[in-house]
């Protein structure tokens, strides 16, 4: 028993750990959002979107935070949720503590999905890496690690 107690407090403090540095607020992300955001900018930055009901998004979201902390130069990581209307689950849930910024579709998803990518079909995760230099490359799924370096060695 006392087994179990340590790993549930070691799971608690994980997970205590993750959310301090976890996004404060989640922002709305609209059809005039991905011109902002894909605009050349001081740094790179991984673009996740997700959705609620995605099961292969969370560990996405996990992997490509734990691949970004050994990337130079520093890459932001942005999350997006495309269907959730609940800020306040997104904001308590683990999955999204990575994310320097946590936004939520405002509108109707079709359309900003257009906005995004006219071939995006809404799957997800889907994944815009942004260059910094106004440059985008999307990846249907979680982009391999070979992808992520290709992408940041073209940026030197």
């Not at 799971?11 to 922002?27: H, I, Q, R, T």
């Not at 942005?78 to 308590?92: F, K, N, T």
Request: glycine share 6%.
């Amino acid at each position: 028993m006392k087994f179990r107690s340590t790993i549930c407090a070691s799971l608690l403090a994980l997970a205590a750990g993750a959310a301090a540095g976890a996004p404060a607020k989640v922002e709305s992300f609209d059809k005039s959002s991905w011109p902002v955001l894909s605009a050349p900018r001081t740094q790179p930055a991984i673009v996740v979107f997700t959705s609620v009901s995605c099961t292969h998004c969370p560990g996405a979201i996990r992997r490509l935070s734990a691949q970004r902390a050994s990337l130079a130069p520093r890459v932001a990581m942005l999350v997006v949720s495309v269907d959730s209307e609940d800020d306040a689950a997104l904001l308590r849930d683990p999955h999204y503590a990575p994310a320097d910024r946590l936004f939520a579709f405002r509108g109707r998803s079709q359309v900003l999905q257009h906005a995004v990518n006219p071939e995006w079909r809404g799957m997800t995760p889907y994944v815009a890496l942004l260059d910094g230099r106004g440059g985008v490359q999307f990846v249907l799924g979680e982009p391999k690690p070979a992808l992520l370096d290709a992408w940041l060695a073209r940026m030197k």
